[in-house]
Structure formats: C-alpha cells, structure tokens
C-alpha cells in the first residue's frame, strides 16, 4: 500500500497575466469558526514571469494594496504599492521596502501553475454564490 499525500489546490485564473502585472481577486474561504470570511488576494507576476500570491492586505493597516489590475512597474516603479499610504513591496518576496509598515512583509500564499492555470494551496475555499468556488484539483505530492 502506497501512503501519498495529497494537496488540494484552486485553480483561480489563467496564467496569461502579463509580467510586470498585479490583479486582485475577492473569494472566500473558510474561517476558523467555520463561517465563510472574504479572501482578497493578489496575484503577481514579476518581470522574470514568475508567478506569486499574496494576501491582499498591507500590514500597516490591513487595507487592500489595489482593487483593480494594474501594471506595477509603469511609471519607473519597480515595487508592489499600496494605494492607501503608498508603502513599497518587493513582488518576488512581498517584504516591505519602504513606507509605514517597512521590514514587514504580506502574507505569501503557496502558487503554482498547473495545466496553464494560476493555483493556490494552504487555504481552504469556500463557496462564493455568485460565482461559485474556484476550479478545484488534487494533486500528489
Ligand atoms: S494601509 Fe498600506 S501603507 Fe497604509
């Protein structure tokens, strides 16, 4: 008998976003009280093509960071920033570089790009009524 361990993953968008991109996305997951709570989160691609996921909320003050799709590095920036205080992240690491909450960084979700889709791990989703949850996968480690 074979002991494999498995990990469901959310498949939570095409990985057709452009590098040097951020788009947020609203789902909702399941929270400790068993109650379904928003999950914003971000997904990023850095100008090397990686993909990274974060949760959508600064340290300084657990706003979100963008609402809408946005091309980070357009302007001669090269940081993740947050629209509220304008803090500066680094988009590989998520650590703070500069601005109020500095040293701190967002809280990275486990991403990875399964059959051309963006998927995260470590979270369990919810469903969402409107448009119901994310694609789901399981696969072995
Ligand atoms: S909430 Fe992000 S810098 Fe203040």
Not at 3 to 22: H, L, M, Q, R, S
Request: net charge negative; hydrophobic share 35%; with cysteine.
């Amino acid at each position: 008998m074979t002991d494999t361990k498995e990990t469901i993953v959310y498949a939570v968008c095409e990985a057709n976003i452009a590098p040097g991109w951020v788009q947020p996305f609203t789902l909702a997951k399941v929270g400790a009280d068993g109650k379904d709570e928003p999950f914003p989160i971000l997904i990023v691609r850095d100008e090397a093509r990686k993909f990274y996921a974060y949760v959508n909320a600064c340290p300084h003050e657990k706003k979100p960071l963008y609402e809408e799709s946005e091309n980070y590095v357009s302007d001669g920036r090269r940081h993740l920033h947050c629209m509220q205080h304008d803090a500066r992240f680094e988009p590989n690491t998520g650590l703070c570089v500069e601005g109020d909450c500095k040293f701190q960084s967002l809280e990275s979700i486990p991403v990875a790009i399964i059959d051309g889709d963006v998927c995260i791990a470590g979270v369990e989703l919810a469903e969402d009524d409107d448009a119901g949850p994310p694609e789901i996968m399981i696969v072995s480690e």
